[in-house]
């Protein structure tokens, strides 16, 4: 991933697919979905945390080089 994302890109990003990721799992735990579908709706979460994950890797990175960002467990918490 590039170094150049801003900051708040970056939070911007983690926020959005943390939320999506809950979605998703709401989604699969529900009887909303066929069947059929199911395999392919789990895929989606798996591509969710995958990227979900190389952004934490990212942002752990980078809030170790710069102190005024919050810690992930802050920031997933809303306390940012």
């Given amino acids: 991933m590039p ?3 801003s900051n708040n890109a ?3 990003a983690l926020l959005s697919l ?3 990721i809950a979605i998703q799992k709401d989604y ?3 009887d909303e979905i ?3 579908e199911v395999a392919e709706e789990e895929e989606v979460l ?3 945390e995958q990227a ?3 952004f934490v890797d990212v942002y752990k990175a980078r809030a170790q080089a ?3 960002l919050p810690s992930l467990d802050e920031l997933l918490a809303g306390e940012a």
């Fill in 52 to 54: 979900f994950m190389e």
């Fill in 66 to 68: 710069d102190k005024s």
């Fill in 46 to 48: 798996d591509d969710l």
């Fill in 10 to 12: 970056l939070i911007l």
């Fill in 18 to 20: 943390n939320g999506e």
């Fill in 34 to 36: 066929p069947e059929d």
């Fill in 3 to 5: 170094e150049n994302i």
């Fill in 28 to 30: 699969l735990e529900s």
